[in-house]
Structures are given as C-alpha cells and as structure tokens.
C-alpha cells in the first residue's frame, strides 16, 4: 500500500483500461484497502475487515465489491 504507483512505458500491468487521467495513488489505495479487507474477513475479522471495506467506500463510492462485502 506504501509503493508508489506509477504507469510503465507500456503499461501492460494496469488492471483497467485508462481513458481519462485518474489518481493512481488513490486507486492503488482503494485496491489495497478492499484486498486487505478480504483477507482480514479470510482470517475471521469481520469488524477489521468492514472498517477497510468502509474506508474504501470513504474513497470511492461506487466500488461495488466493497458494497456487497458490507451488504453480506
């Protein structure tokens, strides 16, 4: 989560297709947060696990996984 994003030249290892300039630092955070999030409900701590999954949220609103871990 503390590695600094960055596009390569050829930027086969971004996850999504970048059509408008976007705030790597802060994807990378939001995806951290909601993997985070999952491990720590893998390893059966719920409460940890929704407040990553709250902060993802806080982050961008319209990220669906975390809204359906939360509504689960």
Known sequence: M???ANIEYF???????LLFEDD???RNRV???FLRGLAKQGLGQGADACEDYREV???DSN???AQE????
């Open 24 to 26: 790597l630092e802060k």
């Open 11 to 17: 930027a086969t290892s971004l996850p999504d297709l």
């Open 2 to 4: 503390k590695a600094g």
């Open 57 to 59: 949220l806080r982050l």
């Open 31 to 33: 995806e951290c947060l």
């Open 63 to 65: 990220h669906i996984w």
């Open 69 to 72: 871990q939360l509504r689960a």
